[in-house]
């Protein structure tokens, strides 16, 4: 079964700085989609950003990147720029792209503090 | 576009009463997931529906759960009776299978919070 983890279960960043957020997942499959959701306060699932696993550019959104590395597979969120409404909770899900597996793994969450 | 939406979006009630969580997924999608959010267990799939059929419930917690898909516009999430341990946030996801592939990421409603007393 695949697994997602996340170690760090909070974090900080002072506003308009840079922070990363880490994610690793276990899989013996070669076709894959990876996510990062976020949840503010208002407990939304919002997603941020997604990354193919065949594709080897790294996906991009607005402030929001990752660092997909397949090798060793990791999945990490770039947030650039850091504003009071990044503020939440990052969930980094995992779910195969076989016709069979609909799942969706989500690791156990990173609460993001940004500081004025 | 309208996203999922879900009612209401806080339910508050007496344990031994019936409690119906609402769904409406994102029009043109074929696949509906209901999960249940709790600190404990973090975010758990309880149910995944494709066209209208129920495909997987493994995720149902006992008898008590149930779920309805009459139409590819609705779903509803039942528990009867409720328990205090069923208090959590439950999230109903939809997104569109294509070819049968997962290609598409899953878009998740507001949530129901749900405090059964």
């Known amino acids: 079964a695949q697994t997602v983890t996340q170690s760090q279960p909070e974090m900080s960043v002072q506003e308009a700085e840079t922070v990363t957020l880490s994610c690793t997942y276990d899989?013996?499959?070669?076709?894959?989609?990876l996510f990062w959701y976020k949840q503010p306060p208002s407990r939304q699932m919002i997603l941020v950003i997604r990354?193919?696993?065949?594709?080897?550019q790294n996906a991009t959104e607005n402030r929001f990147s990752v660092n997909f590395q397949k090798a060793a597979k990791s999945f990490s969120l770039k947030i650039s720029d850091s504003q009071l409404g990044d503020a939440a909770m990052y969930f980094c899900?995992?779910?195969?792209?076989?016709?069979?597996?609909?799942?969706?793994?989500f690791g156990k969450g990173t609460l993001l503090t940004v500081n004025p | 576009d309208a996203g999922v939406i879900q009612s209401p979006r806080h339910e508050v009630t007496e344990m031994g009463q019936e409690v119906t969580l609402r769904c409406k997924p994102i029009?043109?999608?074929?696949?509906l997931f209901w999960y249940r959010q709790t600190m404990m267990r973090g975010l758990e799939l309880l149910i995944y529906?494709?066209?209208?059929?129920?495909?997987?419930d493994s995720g149902m917690p006992e008898d008590r759960f149930s779920a309805k898909m009459p139409n590819a516009s609705f779903s509803t999430l039942k528990i009867q009776p409720s328990e205090p341990r069923d208090s959590a946030v439950y999230f109903c996801?939809?997104?569109?299978?294509?070819?049968?592939?997962?290609?598409?990421?899953?878009?998740f409603g507001d949530g129901t919070r749900l405090s059964i007393l």
């Open positions: 899900a995992y779910r195969s792209a076989g016709s069979s597996n609909y799942k969706l793994t």
């Open positions: 029009s043109g999608h074929n696949s």
């Open positions: 529906f494709n066209n209208n059929v129920p495909i997987d």
């Open positions: 996801a939809s997104t569109l299978r294509r070819g049968g592939r997962w290609d598409q990421p899953q878009h």
């Open positions: 990354q193919e696993a065949y594709k080897q």
């Open positions: 899989t013996s499959e070669s076709d894959y989609y």
